[in-house]
């Protein structure tokens, strides 16, 4: 009986380091499937240099844009003032306006009158 159970006990912990070592002989076998593939498709920096030059010119004319947009910002107490200024000119042209128009009615009523009293008397 000791003999089935010492049997049974070395059966079972051969299997299961069987089972690990199958384990880790696939994850081995993928591991140097993947490296095989990063070395068939591994490119050297060399490769990426026209690239990257690429992109500085790329950044280089960004930068400049900014710079040039930094250059013709208005910024909101900027524009909120020149509005207010020209709201102020067109107040001013509209008062202006006003009084012409006043002007005129008035002359145009005193014209107006003059007929009246010219064409009443006849």
Do not use: C, Q, W
Request: glycine share 2%; charged share 35%; hydrophobic share 35%.
């Amino acid at each position: 009986m000791k003999e089935y159970i010492f049997t049974t006990a070395i059966t079972l912990v051969l299997a299961v380091i069987g089972y690990f070592l199958k384990r880790t002989m696939a994850k081995l076998d993928s591991n140097e499937e993947r490296i095989s593939n990063v070395e068939k498709n591994y490119e050297p920096s060399k490769a990426h240099s026209a690239d990257m030059k690429e992109i500085k010119n790329e950044v280089e004319n960004i930068s400049k844009s900014v710079s040039a947009f930094r250059d013709n910002y208005v910024s909101k107490e900027e524009f909120v003032r020149s509005i207010s200024e020209m709201n102020r000119k067109f107040d001013r042209v509209d008062d202006k306006l006003d009084r012409m128009s006043e002007r005129t009615n008035d002359k145009l009523d005193r014209v107006l009158s003059k007929l009246n009293k010219s064409d009443g008397g006849l």
